[in-house]
Every structure is written in C-alpha cells, then in structure tokens.
C-alpha cells in the first residue's frame, strides 16, 4: 500500500498562487480527508497528485517514489502513478455502456477477458449497481453516474485512490450510504484513500486522518477527527468544523462577565490568561432549560426540525444557536417558546483569544 | 488536457504539426500575396500598390465588386427575411416543406444557375426573348442578362438563404414572454413586429447579410459567366483575366496580389464586423427551447401568397433546373425545345466516351474526396490544440486558426500559385495536387469550426478520467476523444465534400490540361460554345450533388436517431 508525502509543494497560475509550501502525510492503508471551503486549492491539489498538473516547487511521493520533483523537473505522467480517481463531475464516458466504463482501467491494463469480466462485474456489484451494466450513461441518474466513477476509479484496485467531492450530487440518505461504502471498502481492501471534501460531516465520519485547510490553501490543523473536533488549534478549524457560537467573556475585577459588564459567565473557567476572552461552544453542547441554574437568557426563536429543536437565544445583547435532542425535550416537558425566559448550561466549551469575534463579525 | 511536463512530448508534437499545417497551407500563400503585393524589386513599395489601384480596370473591378455584392446583400436580405418570416410566423400552408424549398438553392452551385439564366435570357439567343420576339412578336430582345441586375437577380436566387437560415433560428427561438408582455400591455400585431420583434432579429439579419457580402464579394462564377460579355468584371474575375491572358507575366501577378489583398482586407473587415454585430446581438432573443411563435393570420392571403412562394420556386429552382437538363439533351444548341430536337447522345459522350469531361468527374470525386479527409483529420488535431490543449505559444495558433475564416478562394488559389510553382523548390503547377493544396486552405475553416464545436463538448476530465486509469495520451485520445468528436469529424467531412465537387473559384486558376474539376469543364466548355456539353455535364453534376445531398441527409438522419 502506499502512501503518500507532499513536501513543500507550491502551485501558481499567474499571479494567483494556489498553493506555497504545503507538507502534507498520507499514511499507507489509511484514509486521509482534507477538509477545506470552496476554491481552497483541493481539486487542484488532487490534479497535482494525480499529475495532471506540473508543481512549480517541492516534491510528492507516492510510496517511496518520487513522482513530481519541483527542483529536478521530474514528473511521472499520469497513467504512471498507479492511482484510481473519482472526479468532482464524474467524468464518465458517455458513449460508453456502465460495463466497459468500469472495464476501461482493465482493458488498457491488458488483463484477460475473462478476469476482466469477473472484476467489472464485482466492480459495479460492488456500488450496488448490479443488472445496470448494459446502460449508457445519459440513461443513469446523477448518483449512478458518479457510482460508475467510484466502480471504474476501484476496478483496478489501485494503491492509492483519489477522491475529489465524489458524493457531492447525491440525496441525503444515499450519500450516507456510499460513504459507509467507501469507508468499507477501505478498509477491506486496504487501500490507501486521500478524499476532499467541504462537507465536514463526511469528513469526520470517514476519515482516520484528516486535515483542515483555510480558503489561502494553508493547512490548519491535522489529526484524527475526534482530536480536530474537540480540540481545534484555531477558531478557523472550530468554526469549519459545524455551527459555532461565539460569546465574549471579560475579566472585570477578578470575576468573569458577559459583554454588557453586568451578567456573570457560568460555566467552564477559561484556560488562558488575559482580559478579554472569547468562548466557543456548539448548539449541542449547551442545555437549555427553563429555570435552574446557568446564564440567562431570552429564547428569540424556536423551530422544530424533527430530530432536534433549534433555538435561537438570546444572551446578554449577542445570539447564539441552542439545539436540543426533541426526543427528551418531550419526555422531560422542557420544550421552550419563543419569548420565554430560560437558563443555559454548558457541555463543553473552547477558549479563545478575543480577536476571533472581529473575524467572525466580518 | 494539459501539457504537464515541459519536455517534447506527445503535446509539442500535436502543436508543432497544427502550427505547421496551417503555416504551410494557409499562411504561406497569403504572405505570399502580401509580399508580391508590396515588395517591388527588394524594397517596400506602397505608391506602387497605389498605382495599380489607379488603374482603370484595377479601380473598376474593386467598385464592380461593392456595387454588385451591396445589390446581392440588399435584395437577399429583403427575399430572405420575407420568406423567413412568412415560413416561422404566419399559418402559411404547408410551412414545413416550404421551408425546406427554400433551402434548396443552398445545394445547388450558383454558376449552373447563371449558365441557365444565360440560356433563356441573353438577349441574342435566350429562349425567352426569343419566346417574346418569335411568338409575341416583339421587335428587339426584351431582356438582358448581361447586366448588374441580372447578376444581381441571379446571386440573389442563390445567395438569400444565407439571411433566410439565420432569421429563421432567430424567430423561432425567440422568446415568446417578449412579445406577449408587449401584447398584454396592448400593443397590435404590427407594433410588436415593428417594436420588438424586429430589433430583435436584427443581429441575425445583419449577420446573415454580412454573409451574403462576403460571399458574393469573393464569388466568381455568376459573374464569370454573366459579366464578362458586357465587361464587367469584378476582383475574382479580374485575377482570372489576369493569371490566364498574360500566363504568368510579373505585372498580371503584382495586379492579381494586390486585387487579392483587397478581398483579403475586405473579408476580414466584414468577419469582425459580424462577430460584434452576433456578440452583441445573441444573449438577449434566445431563450434556448422552441415553442410556439404568436402567428399572424393571413386570412384571405394565405393561398396567394403559397402561390406566389410556389411561383418563386418554380422561377429560381425548377426552371433553370429543367432548362439545362433541356439544353443538355438539344442536337445542337439554339434549336427549339421539341421533341425530334433531344438525344441521349450528350449525357452518353460525356459520361462514357469524352476523357475531357470523365477526367474532370474523375478528378472532382478523387479531389473532394481526399481534401475532406485530408482537411477533416488536420481540422480535429488543430482544434484539439486550440480548444483543449496548454501549451506556450497557443496565441499564434488561435490567430493561425482564423486565418482560414477570412481567405476567399481566389486568394488561396494566387496565393498557392505563388507558393508552389516551382519558385520554392516544388512544382506543382497544372497538376492536380495544386488545386487539392488549394482545396484544404480553403476548406479548413469548416472543418476547424465543426471540430472544435464538436471538442468543445469533450469536457477535459473524460481525457483525464482515461489517464488516471492507466491510459497514455494516445490510448485516451484513440478511445475517449476520436469517438465523441466522430459526429463532428463526419460533419466536417461531408461539409467539405459536397462543396469540393462542384467547386469553381479555386480551380478555375488553377487547373491544367489534364486537372479540369467539373465545376471547370462546365465553365470552360460554355466559353469555348460548346453550351449543349457544357449543360449536359452540368446536369450531370447536379444529379451528383443532389444525391449526395440526399444520401448523407438520410444518413445523419439514420445515424443520429438510432
Ligand atoms: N487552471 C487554472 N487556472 C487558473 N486558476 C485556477 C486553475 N485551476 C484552479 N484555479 C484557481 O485555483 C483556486 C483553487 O481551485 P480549486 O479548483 O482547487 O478549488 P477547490 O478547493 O477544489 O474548490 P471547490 O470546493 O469549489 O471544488 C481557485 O481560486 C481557482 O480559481
Ligand atoms: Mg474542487
């Protein structure tokens, strides 16, 4: 299985540098998301990788070998890298049926015709598109299609499989489907997987690894999931990472307030020094209730969305998003309307310096 | 696709040959004529060019040349906007097939119209003013045919389906809430059509019209055949007197280069001149999908006016048709249209028996066949680089690439003459290959624009959707590109074919003893009085062509519905 290692790679088109010294490891048999919001650098990042695209500077391996070079011009073409990728429009070919789409990578490989039929029919088994084979594409829905791409980009059980957005154009519940798929395969086939994405919620649920890149293309933080998730570097990868609520918190003679000067924060005590604060915290991790004890607050908004309820509240001149399991919301009568009065408590929260309010502000 | 290493490979290759292909073919003779227009004896001469402009027959050509393709543009545009409209937006009487009529003259090459005209109307032996003199006893021809209306008329019959195709497009894709929102706030019919629907279609008038321009501009054959007895002469005709009178003296050439460089000139200015009027024009009628347009009522009108579009169509298609098959089959020609008078002997002589005329069919059928190959493989690589490709350079490519758009034919035929006499270690003068050189200059441009229509649809990530799976650029090209280009190459092939078999501007400067094409040995044979030959091959010729036509109609038809 290999791996994959970009050493300060950098990548310009005019003037507009894409990407300047980025480092990034992907570890063999591991499946790496790089998480970053549009126009961040990820398609082309992969077009790097995949070879499409020559570096200006520094060098990628895949496995041991080196395959861009930026100092030595060496550059492996494409066909050469021994990579499988899905691409973010999926790129299949629309004069071919499903079944030679997927035997393409195996034709050119030279492979037997009757192992070729073999393994494309497990293939296109495999992302559940079994008694489809004989279809053109024009005659596939958008989430076929990009099936097909996954079943051609797996056929030739490369060592390393590039995913650029590939469950973009999905509904809900057949993305969830395909990326326990893909996360499965993964693991049962043992290939390595480098997977991007701006969409966080797959990205926390398939990765091992991940990173989290900010729109300038610099990666912030990476780690496994759970560390990302509960102990961002920076409000940038906090924020990325699902809602984000912000308030301000003030060192006024020794205790903590809210930002009016008067309210008094009650929750989790900060980790740094300094006077003035922000803490971070998500919907989740506050619990509202009526009454009791916590921060006041005034309950602007409350909406019902099925699984949870969504409140808006309002504390001490700033609103933030609330949300509660509706579930137990129901069982223990604490389902809130809007104007009502109530109290907050806190799971968990993250410190910040004070500065992050500005960002978020603008 | 991109050329991600900066070594030589399969990329430098394709941009080196796309590049060569058209500096050979195409650039080389217009600098050519460039260079013999303005370097006289090692120096650069204007007052020269100049003098030559001053020239009668030089400034009369040039003037010739404006007057008859403004009447052409004027009268086209008027008939072809007319039918457009009558066929899109009144309930006309069998609009479906009227519109296909009227398509009809676009198959059908103008110069075997004109030799028609001349047959029934030329004042001394038409059989029309002999109709009038002999039957109707009127004293002196009635009309003549010699003349800048006739050359006018007959262009026209030819030409207006240019301005017909393209208001067409325009009004049935216009959309319909422009002139229903005038409607509501309660505009009549004729207000809308006057306030809306007009300027709407403006840009495609002008657009189709600028084509009649160009066209008739560089257009040699009506006037060859109708001009030349009263002394008009317009530039392609006055490159021709000069080439074959003076066989090549320097004088005829410089006057040939410079004629050449004021068609050049002139052709681009009118190609930029459409682009804005289009570029300007387009984004704002079409709404994308047909529908169906408000229809005027004709009421009382309707059957008139079918009869006079089908009068129209009797007079400028079957009439001209019917007289040279006619012709074509006399005993001799200047007898009267009877029965006793017809043989089959021509058509037999010409087909089975002349080598002059089987030569010429010959070599029209082998030169269109191998210029649309020829033309349609250069066009895909020369797209493919303009369209997908990243290379340095590609600026001089994309400016090479539409040289071939704003070259007339008279100008690649001077300029091939110049390039391939000999004069740069090559000869081919009086054979075949010249005209076929010829033929993929002035051809390239169709098949560069079906191409890279077709390309445009080949998104970039199918070529590296092959590559990531292991496939060479040459195994991605052979597999993901050729087939989804296919449609447009076949397109370009056909485009070019058809065209090539009844070519006449080029060849005409061209041809030697034994390299006549049809479209030559019909004009030839006309000039030298052999009219009933000269008819009987253009007969011939119009079989082929309207077969053609015909066959590869049923096939794209066969091919694009299955
Ligand atoms: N060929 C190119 N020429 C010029 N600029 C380019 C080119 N390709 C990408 N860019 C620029 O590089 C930046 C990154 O593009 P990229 O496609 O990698 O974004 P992305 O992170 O994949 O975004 P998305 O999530 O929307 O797919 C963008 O600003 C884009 O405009
Ligand atoms: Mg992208």
Redesign the interface.
């Known amino acids: 299985m290999a791996g994959v290692r970009i050493e300060g790679l950098a990548k310009a088109y005019g003037d507009h540098r894409v990407h300047t010294g980025l480092d990034l490891e992907v570890v063999p048999g591991q499946c790496f998301t790089l998480l970053g919001p549009s126009g961040c650098g990820k398609t082309v990042l992969m077009r790097l990788i995949a070879g499409f695209e020559a570096v200006d500077a520094g060098r990628i391996l895949i496995g041991e070998r080196v395959v861009a070079d930026g100092a030595s011009g060496v550059h492996v073409p494409p066909d050469e890298r021994g990579i499988g990728m899905v691409f973010q429009d999926y790129a299949v070919w629309p004069h071919m049926t499903v079944f030679d789409n997927v035997a393409y990578p195996l034709r050119i490989g030279r492979v037997a015709a009757a192992e070729l039929a073999e393994r494309t029919r497990a293939a296109v088994e495999q992302v559940g598109l079994a008694g489809l084979e004989a279809r053109l594409p024009s005659q596939l829905s958008g989430g076929q299609q990009q099936r097909v791409a996954l079943a051609r980009a797996l056929v030739s059980r490369p060592e390393l499989l590039l995913l650029d957005e590939p469950l973009n154009n999905l509904d809900a519940n057949l993305r969830e489907e395909m990326r326990f798929e893909i996360k499965a395969l993964q693991e049962r086939l043992g290939i390595t997987v480098l997977y991007v994405t701006h969409d966080q919620e797959i990205a926390l649920a398939i990765a091992d690894r991940m990173a989290v890149m900010d729109a300038s293309g610099r990666p912030r933080q990476s780690g496994t999931p759970a560390e990302l998730f509960d102990r961002p570097a920076d409000d940038f990868v906090f924020r990325f990472l699902g809602i984000a609520n912000f308030l301000e918190v003030r060192r006024v003679d020794g205790s903590l307030r809210l930002a009016d000067g008067r309210t008094p924060w009650a929750g989790p005590a900060p980790d740094r020094p300094g006077d003035r604060l922000a803490v971070g915290f998500r919907p989740g991790d506050v619990v509202a209730s009526r009454g009791g004890e916590g921060l006041p607050g005034v309950v602007r908004r409350a909406s019902f969305l099925g699984a949870q309820v969504d409140y808006l509240v309002e504390v001490a001149g700033t609103t933030i998003r609330a949300a509660v399991d509706s579930g137990r919301a129901f069982r223990e009568g604490r389902v809130l309307a809007e104007g009502e009065d109530c109290r907050l408590a806190f799971l968990g929260v993250q410190w910040f310096d004070a500065g992050v309010l500005d960002a978020g502000a603008a | ?2 050329a ?4 030589f490979g399969t990329a430098q290759v394709l941009f080196g040959l796309a590049v060569g292909i058209l500096v050979i073919f195409v650039a080389v003779p217009v600098l050519l004529i460039f260079f013999n227009a303005f370097w006289v004896n090692g120096a650069f001469n204007v007052a020269d060019v100049l003098k030559v402009l001053r020239q009668k027959d030089t400034y009369e050509a040039l003037l010739n040349s404006l007057v008859l393709a403004s009447g052409v543009t004027v009268t086209g545009t008027i008939v072809g906007t007319f039918f457009a409209w009558l066929v899109t937006r009144t309930d006309l009487p069998f609009k479906g097939a009227m519109k296909v009529l009227f398509l009809v003259p676009f198959m059908l090459p103008s110069f075997i119209g004109a030799l028609a005209w001349k047959m029934l109307l030329s004042p001394r032996s038409g059989y029309i003013n002999r109709f009038f003199q002999e039957v109707l006893g009127f004293d002196g021809p009635v009309f003549d045919i010699y003349t800048y209306g006739g050359i006018i008329g007959v262009e026209t019959m030819y030409l207006f389906p240019f301005v017909f195709i393209q208001v067409c497009g325009a009004l049935e894709r216009m959309d319909p809430t422009l002139e229903e929102s005038a409607r509501i706030s309660g505009a009549d019919l004729f207000t809308i059509t006057r306030r809306i629907t007009i300027p709407l279609v403006l840009p495609s008038i002008l657009s189709g019209a600028l084509l009649i321009m160009l066209y008739s501009m560089a257009h040699f054959g009506t006037v060859a055949v109708l001009g030349i007895e009263a002394g008009i002469y317009n530039i392609p005709t006055l490159i021709y007197e000069k080439i074959h009178q003076s066989a090549g003296s320097f004088d005829s050439i410089r006057t040939g280069t410079v004629l050449a460089t004021v068609l050049v000139v002139t052709a681009a200015f009118i190609l930029w001149l459409q682009n804005r009027v289009l570029s300007r024009g387009r984004y704002q009628i079409i709404a994308g999908k047909s529908f169906r347009p408000t229809e005027l009522k004709l009421r009382g009108l309707r059957y008139p006016l079918l009869a006079f579009c089908l009068a129209y169509i009797a007079f400028t298609i079957v009439l001209p048709t019917v007289t040279i098959f006619l012709v074509g089959g006399l005993k001799t020609y200047g007898l009267p249209l009877a029965a006793e008078n017809f043989t089959w002997g021509n058509y037999r002589h010409i087909l089975f028996e002349w080598q002059l005329t089987r030569d010429a069919i010959w070599n029209s059928i082998t030169l269109g066949l191998a210029a649309a190959l020829i033309t349609m493989f250069a066009g895909v690589i020369i797209s493919y680089v303009i369209v997908k490709m990243k290379v340095r350079g590609k600026g001089i490519l994309e400016f090479l690439g539409m040289l071939p758009f704003s070259v007339p034919g008279s100008v690649i035929a001077l300029g091939v003459i110049l390039a391939w006499s000999g004069k740069f270690g090559v000869n081919l003068y009086n054979t075949v290959w010249i005209i076929l050189v010829a033929y993929i200059a002035r051809y390239m441009a169709f098949s560069l624009k079906a191409n890279s229509a077709a390309l445009e649809q080949v ?1 970039d ?2 070529v ?10 040459w ?1 991605a090209l052979r ?2 590109v050729v ?2 280009v296919r449609p447009g190459m076949l397109a370009a092939f056909f485009l070019i074919f058809l065209p090539a078999l009844r070519e006449l501007t080029v060849s005409v400067l061209l041809y030697g003893p034994t390299s006549r094409t049809i479209g030559v040995a019909i004009y030839t044979l006309n000039e030298d009085g052999e009219t009933v030959y000269s008819a009987a091959l253009a007969g011939i010729a119009l079989v082929i062509i309207v077969t053609g036509e015909v066959v590869i109609k049923r096939f794209f038809k066969t091919a694009s519905g299955s």
Do not use: K
């Not at chain 2, 590296?464 to 650029?473: D, I, L, P």
């Open positions: 696709m991109s991600a290493a900066p070594r998104h990530s199918l590296e959707a092959a590559r990531a799976s292991g496939a060479t650029m195994q597999d993901v087939p989804l």
